[in-house]
């Protein structure tokens, strides 16, 4: 928690009328139990500590007697009806780092374009998966901020994800978009973002077999809407490595396609093919 | 007071929050006391305790703690 001032037991009226106090001078105060954050504060017994390098207030909840939950509880309601915003401490940093984000108009050229050519689940997906790559790119991990674009906007938003991150918006959608027809696009785009037919990303649940089956039904969907090739790309060394092991394992005359690699970053472990597939010519 | 959290809170003091506002966590979600009904997200999202963000004003506004939402507290979405 940092350098703290010496902590105090206080009074019930104490402890609420100092969250009211702090919140009026528009200082921080932050929630926890006992069981987190300054040990010894909590095992101290004190109901709260005043920090003076940071301004943040520390209120330990499970220091708090009966009748000093009732007043805690009181300002907090008066807190919330005063407009104070609650927020996850382990999510807080997130707020500040979109602020400066938006205002860095990182990717507001890809946004505005889209914008007005995409369903809002689509770019409401797109949007915030361009942001997780920036917080990618910053060093965060975003496993979790992955689920949950997954959950929200479901294995369609999962896709945009992905091919957000290998770039697919501006480097293909935004191209093609502004050099063809829309129907043209949109065929296209649904393609990619809708049947998974342009591109395959292999996850780390995917062993070589997983690849080897996926694929196989990447050359079905190529069949049906007469793609002549797709691509495959992998993040991560363990990714990498089966899907080098899965195109070892192939054979071009054989299997009907041919991988031809496209990119590969031995440091930032990123690997492309493309597979180019032969004898597509069943209709749908 | 705009969208700048001055209220923290760790996830085991959340249900000392909750409480405060009628509100406890059943089977992993967090739900009205008074009615036993699940708090939905303005989305219309059941909220599973972990995955709360924060709280509002504007009645109360229970807030998920995804990007998406995290993008749109701060954009001003929420804002009534």
């Known amino acids: 928690m940092g350098t703290t001032s010496k902590p105090e037991k206080i009074q019930s009226k104490s402890v609420a009328d100092s969250i009211i106090e702090h919140l009026d001078k528009k200082k921080s105060i932050i929630l926890i139990d006992g069981s987190e954050g300054d040990s010894d504060l909590a095992r101290g017994g004190y109901s709260y500590s005043f920090d003076d390098k940071t301004n943040i207030l520390t209120v330990v909840v499970e220091n708090l007697s009966p009748s000093e939950k009732i007043s805690v509880h009181k300002s907090l309601v008066k807190a919330h009806n005063d407009e104070h915003l609650f927020w996850k401490a382990s999510k807080s940093e997130l707020i500040s780092k979109y602020k400066a984000y938006s205002s860095s108009n990182e990717n507001a050229q890809i946004l505005i374009f889209f914008k007005k050519i995409l369903k809002p689940d689509d770019y409401n997906a797109l949007k915030t998966s361009l942001y997780m790559e920036s917080l990618a790119k910053q060093g965060m991990s975003i496993h979790s901020f992955k689920m949950g674009i997954r959950e929200r906007f479901g294995l369609r938003g999962a896709n945009i994800s992905n091919l957000c991150?290998?770039?697919?918006?501006?480097?293909?959608?935004?191209?093609l978009y502004n050099d063809t027809s829309q129907e043209e696009f949109y065929k296209y785009y649904e393609l990619a973002v809708g049947e998974k037919a342009i591109a395959l990303f292999v996850n780390s649940g995917m062993t070589v077999n997983k690849i080897k089956t996926e694929v196989g039904l990447m050359l079905e969907k190529a069949k049906k809407y007469?793609?002549?090739?797709?691509?495959?790309?992998?993040?991560g060394k363990i990714n990498v490595n089966n899907i080098n092991k899965f195109v070892k394992s192939i054979v071009p005359n054989k299997d009907g396609f041919i991988p031809v690699k496209l990119?590969?970053?031995?440091k930032l472990k990123v690997i492309e093919y493309n597979v180019v597939v032969f004898n597509n010519t069943e209709s749908e | 007071m705009g969208n700048t959290p001055k209220i923290l809170f760790t996830e085991a003091s959340l249900p000392f929050i909750l409480e405060a506002f009628g509100k406890s966590i059943e089977d992993g979600l967090i739900i009205e006391n008074k009615t036993g009904e699940t708090v939905l997200s303005p989305e219309g999202e059941e909220i599973e305790a972990s995955k709360f963000g924060g709280l509002k004003k504007g009645s109360e506004i229970f807030i998920k703690d995804d990007l998406y939402s995290i993008m749109k507290l701060t954009e001003g979405g929420y804002d009534e």
Do not use: T, W
């Open chain 1, 165 to 175: 991150s290998a770039n697919y918006f501006e480097e293909v959608f935004m191209p």
């Open chain 1, 226 to 235: 007469r793609l002549k090739e797709f691509k495959i790309h992998g993040k």
């Open chain 1, 263 to 266: 990119y590969e970053d031995d």
